[in-house]
């Protein structure tokens, strides 16, 4: 594959290097401090695509800087990464964000569901823990995966009313969001990748990409408004908007009604053990696995193609995150198509489970990658 990508690499010696001492407030402020003391100057970023890479040699204050350029004048991206350095694994937020915006209620909320789900290694039984597995598959893997994401998100596929109802509720059972907000920003996120407005890029920080991003407002997709916008084909469905609209009420509703069943089955360890379980671990587990492709997959990994963002494909993240998510690059060189795992190692569950809809004819016009299977000079 020709281009670089990243630091370490085999690829030719960067068009300038040089050592120098300094500390960066921001990205940008990073990137104009370099190019400063290479005689350039802010609007020639304007016009120019580079990929910085960082590691700290000395935490904090010796970073060695490569600066590969490319001189595309047309193009108006700047991919910046930042590796090892402590200060941006940690705490960074945007620029556009303020500390003071933090959601502290979603911040709470959050922070007691994971306390909560500690619970449940004292109190899960054998049934709460294989209804948790089940629950984990079907919201997270049919709802988040090829719900929300493959279908909703990049019409990887047709399918009837019902089916897509099925599906976009599998996907509210996850807690994650509703269907139109979960879109709007998935949307955003491969129109601005790795970019300023990217609502969840690690070039911010490694948390921030993680789970930090979660709790703050994004200026395009605060409100229902916004998020509209970049959802409009979604506004024709009304039970997709009742979903929307109804999401806290329904996973209220269906927590309650695990509590009920536990309690029924085995009073109140029973309740606590499936509530604990199958509710609030379950969730905990589906976030993390979401969330960690947004963090490690835009960082560390291969590429098959040379898009112009940073992302990556990961074997050890398509092994934890089972579902076959961990082939971002694929994905981001063919968002449209419901394939992600494009070489014959690239094991995609999901894709498996869209065939076997496919022949039991719940859905139909599955997409597949257009671009021509040639990676790396072989044939996949
Ligand atoms: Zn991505
Ligand atoms: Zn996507």
Same mark, same amino acid.
């Given at each position: ?8 690499? =085999?690829?030719? &010696?960067?068009a300038?290097?040089k050592? *120098?001492k ?7 402020d ?10 350039n ?6 016009? *120019?695509r580079?990929?910085?890479?960082? !590691? ?9 800087? =490569? ?17 090892f350095?402590t ?5 960074? %937020? &945007? ?8 959601q ?18 004292f ?8 209804? !948790? ?6 919201s997270?893997? $049919?709802?988040?995966? %090829?719900?929300?994401?493959?279908f ?12 897509? #109802? *099925? ?13 139109i907000? +979960?879109?709007?920003? @998935?949307?955003?996120? @491969?129109?601005?990748t ?13 948390l921030w990409?993680?789970?930090l +991003?979660? #709790?703050? &407002? ?8 916004e ?8 506004l024709?469905?009304?039970? *997709?908007?009742?979903l929307? @609209?109804? #999401?806290?009420?329904i996973?209220l509703?269906?927590?309650?009604l695990? $509590?009920?069943?536990? #309690?029924?089955v085995?009073?109140?360890c029973?309740?606590?053990?499936w509530?604990c ?9 589906t +976030? ?14 291969y590429r098959n ?7 990556r ?6 092994i934890?995150?089972?579902f ?8 981001h060189?063919e &968002? ?14 999901a894709?498996?489970?869209?065939c076997?809809l496919?022949?039991?004819h719940?859905? +139909?016009?599955v997409?597949l990658?257009?671009i021509?299977?040639t990676?790396n000079?072989?044939?996949?």
């Amino acid at each position: 594959m020709k281009g670089y990508h990243g630091a370490g690499g =085999e690829q030719s &010696p960067p068009a300038y290097s040089k050592v *120098i001492k300094t500390s960066f407030k921001n990205t940008i402020d990073g990137v104009a401090e370099i190019f400063s003391l290479h005689g350039n100057h802010y609007p020639k970023l304007d016009n *120019i695509r580079f990929h910085l890479t960082q !590691s700290s040699l000395q935490v904090g204050l010796l970073y060695y800087c =490569e600066i590969p350029i490319e001189t595309k004048s047309s193009t108006k991206e700047i991919v910046v990464s930042y590796f090892f350095s402590t200060k941006h694994i940690l705490g960074c %937020i &945007p620029n556009h964000n303020r500390w003071s915006e933090i959601q502290i209620v979603r911040v709470i909320a959050v922070l007691t569901i994971h306390l909560l789900s500690l619970l449940a290694f004292f109190y899960n039984t054998s049934l709460s823990t294989f209804i !948790s597995v089940l629950i984990l598959v079907l919201s997270g893997g $049919f709802g988040i995966n %090829i719900g929300y994401h493959r279908f909703l998100s990049h019409r990887s596929f047709k399918t009837s009313r019902l089916i897509q #109802f *099925i599906l976009t509720l599998l996907g509210v059972l996850a807690i994650q969001c509703g269907p139109i907000t +979960w879109v709007g920003i @998935h949307r955003l996120h @491969h129109q601005e990748t790795d970019r300023k407005f990217d609502p969840h890029s690690p070039n911010v920080s490694l948390l921030w990409a993680h789970f930090l +991003w979660t #709790f703050f &407002p994004h200026p395009f997709v605060t409100t229902y408004q916004e998020r509209e916008k970049y959802t409009k084909d979604l506004l024709q469905f009304p039970e *997709i908007i009742w979903l929307e @609209h109804n #999401f806290l009420a329904i996973n209220l509703v269906f927590l309650a009604l695990l $509590f009920l069943s536990g #309690f029924l089955v085995n009073g109140w360890c029973g309740a606590l053990a499936w509530f604990c379980c199958i509710g609030c671990l379950r969730i905990c587990i589906t +976030w993390h696995l979401t969330f960690i492709v947004n963090a490690v997959n835009h960082r560390w990994g291969y590429r098959n193609y040379e898009t112009p963002d940073n992302s990556r494909n990961n074997i050890l993240i398509s092994i934890l995150v089972f579902f076959g998510e961990g082939w971002h690059n694929n994905h981001h060189a063919e &968002p449209k198509s419901a394939r992600h795992g494009h070489r014959w190692f690239e094991f995609d569950l999901a894709y498996l489970l869209i065939c076997l809809l496919q022949k039991l004819h719940l859905i +139909w016009d599955v997409q597949l990658p257009r671009i021509p299977q040639t990676i790396n000079g072989t044939t996949s």
